[in-house]
């Protein structure tokens, strides 16, 4: 039976994002810039990647301690080879209730949706920030169409997953404009549309106040045109502030990390595809595990390892953000997911 364990500010450990690959094929313009990650860029050599065996050994550590939802990330998660294997693997580990994967969709065909989901795959979270050509393929940098994403996004809604949400990370001055698009587009079709606060997440992005379009924004864009009013959290902890639809349409969240800081009900715990664990989005250093496992240690040893992190952790970055004087460098997004 799984122990619920704390960290220093009281917070439960519910959730652990695993990135399987820090490779991706898209360069989005807020996460992998090609100004950094051009045909120059050292990706981790295979070798370095945490196997599928000796995540699951994380996993199930990260269990022991609460964990029930593990969700899949990169880069891009679907350039890990067999990721199948590991969502079945992931499944039979005692405590995980939930398997979810975040993916830019453009490798996600009807055949590969339809193995996720026998797999054990029950949610789906895709990214798309903008409905004409022009503003995605500005974004994703590499000539990638909506169509493409549009398919994947089909192909996961006929696959049956209990559910398919939808990204959009809203940058001003980039995609913006989109957002009544986007909000037009989904609603009705029983996708959820999730905008996100652009994150200084990494060092790689440019990220300046002036280019985050906030929660309040958002909402009033939305509201304007499609009435929509706040919907109580599904649980405690819920990144997406929900509102639905006043005409009954379905519901879109907003993900406010910067003007509206979540810090204090944050249980999620992530796994670098390096095999160092990152207690917070932003930090600036992991706590490794792969020498560890790499070691031989026991269960035990790997156990009191994981505890020992979660038990120390303190990290609130996003409430601390304007009182951060001296700027550490932070783990790029590439390497931690979403």
Known sequence: M????????NRPLHDLRVSVTDRCNFRCVYCMPKEVFNSDYKFLPRKELLTFEEIIRVVDAFAKMGVSKVRLTGGEPLLRNDLELLIEKIQQVQGISDISLTTNASLLTPKRAERLKSAGLKRVNISLDALDDETFMRVNDVGISVQTVLDGIHAASEAGFD????????KKGLNDHSILPMAEFFRGTGQILRFIEFMDVGNSNAWNLDHVTTTAEIADTINAKFPIEPVEANYKGEVAKRWRYTDGSGEIGIISSVSQPFCGDCSRARLSALGSVYTCLFASQGHDLRDLLRAGVSDDVLDARVREIWSGREDRYSETRSQVVTLKPKVEMSYIGG
Do not use: E, G, L
């Not at 799984?2 to 500010?9: P, Q």
């Not at 559910?163 to 809203?170: C, E, S, W």
């Open 2 to 9: 799984s122990n619920t364990f704390v960290d220093r500010f």
């Open 163 to 170: 559910a398919v949400k939808v990204n959009m990370v809203v």
